[in-house]
């Protein structure tokens, strides 16, 4: 296969396995001004954010499209250009915070099980247009809907615990700018998401994105939740509700209950449309779950088909000697995005 001429040298040296320039440089802003892709079934490296040292086969009209920096006409899922969506396709995320100590990163921190909003903003900005509507219906703090008030995008959340949900009110009206444009279409509904999602609209949602309870494994409060957040005065559970998802023991019992929930999604998304649900694997005594492919299973069934998987690296999280020194026990430092389309007809 030969090499594209209208690379730079750097492009053409790493093809042909040399080595790499530079970390950080963007081969694309290196392309001669004026000049037109050919011989485009060829191999180029780009070397930017997430696709840093990937290669990547192109068609004439990608690689066009690359250069121009345009929105394709015919994209009808969201309003990225076509080099902003390779990035966005990569499937090992960094998951970016504000850091505990930032002001804005307070009311998020209260919850047990938070998720940033800067990662959700991500997967709205691939899965929406904006004005889309954006469904959470284990909203929590209201990362979701602080991230659809930035991005434009119509956010409704459905919390069951009253303090946070109110906490998601206060977070919109503290963290997000008042010319925001989609800052006062926020709608937080308190009241239990077995009921509250069969009720919405057939076909009125354009995605829906959560990040659900972790059945009743937030009880275990081992050295980590004493350290890290019962010293600090932090929540170490969801709440007592009964009707929390969170106070389920039972795993099989907790699995069909969160899929039932998950499923009926599927009556207010459009179809077509996309579902991202954030899941991390766990530990349970000696036993290793692995929620994200329990979940993924039980959703076939219920009109999503798995579509991808996003791992979500957390290089943040401490590291504690679990198993030291008799067994191996890993320090689960990832969640997974599950990526489901709607399937039904």
């Known amino acids: 296969m030969g090499l594209l001429p209208w690379a730079s040298p ?55 499209d690359l250069t121009q920096a345009q929105v394709d006409p015919r994209n009808k899922l969201n309003e990225l250009t076509s080099r902003e969506w390779m990035s966005e ?21 209260q919850h047990p099980a938070p998720f940033s909003f800067s990662d959700v903003s991500r997967m709205i900005r691939f899965f929406t247009k904006r004005g889309g509507v954006v469904l959470d219906p284990f909203v929590g703090v209201g990362s979701t809907l602080k991230a659809c008030a930035l991005e434009g995008r119509v956010g409704i959340g459905f919390e069951l615990n ?10 919109i009206e503290r963290e997000v700018a008042p010319d925001a444009p989609t800052r006062t279409q ?19 949602v354009d995605f829906v994105m959560t990040s659900p309870p972790y059945a009743a494994i937030l009880h275990k409060e081992d050295h980590k939740a004493r350290q890290e957040r019962r010293s600090q005065g932090l929540d170490t559970r969801y709440g007592d509700d009964p009707a929390d998802l969170g106070n ?3 795993y099989p019992a907790f ?12 009556h207010p998304l459009k179809p077509g449309k996309y579902m991202a649900v954030v899941v991390g694997d ?30 979500l690296y957390q290089r943040h999280k401490r590291v504690f000697p679990y198993g030291y020194p008799f067994s191996y026990v890993p320090n689960i430092h990832n969640q997974f995005i599950l990526v489901l389309q709607n399937d039904k007809q």
């Open 10 to 64: 750097d492009c053409q040296r790493v093809a042909k396995g040399a080595e790499k320039p530079s970390e950080g440089t963007d081969l694309l802003k290196q392309l001669r001004p004026g000049s037109k892709p050919s011989q485009l079934d060829h191999q180029i490296l780009l070397l930017d954010g997430a696709m840093e040292g990937a290669i990547v086969e192109l068609s004439e009209e990608l690689a066009r």
């Open 89 to 109: 396709t990569v499937s090992v995320w960094l998951q970016r915070g504000l850091g505990a100590q930032h002001p804005d990163a307070q009311i998020e921190r």
């Open 162 to 171: 009253p303090h946070y949900a109110q906490l998601a009110r206060e977070r």
């Open 186 to 204: 926020q709608k937080v509904v308190e009241g239990d998401a077995r009921k509250l999602v069969p009720s919405l609209e057939y076909d009125s």
């Open 248 to 250: 389920i023991r039972d």
């Open 255 to 266: 699995l069909e209950e969160l899929a039932t929930i998950l499923g009926a999604c599927s």
């Open 282 to 311: 766990f530990r349970h005594k000696s036993r290793y779950v692995m929620f994200h492919a329990d979940l993924a299973r039980a959703l076939e069934t219920r009109n999503f088909g798995l579509r991808g998987i996003i791992v």
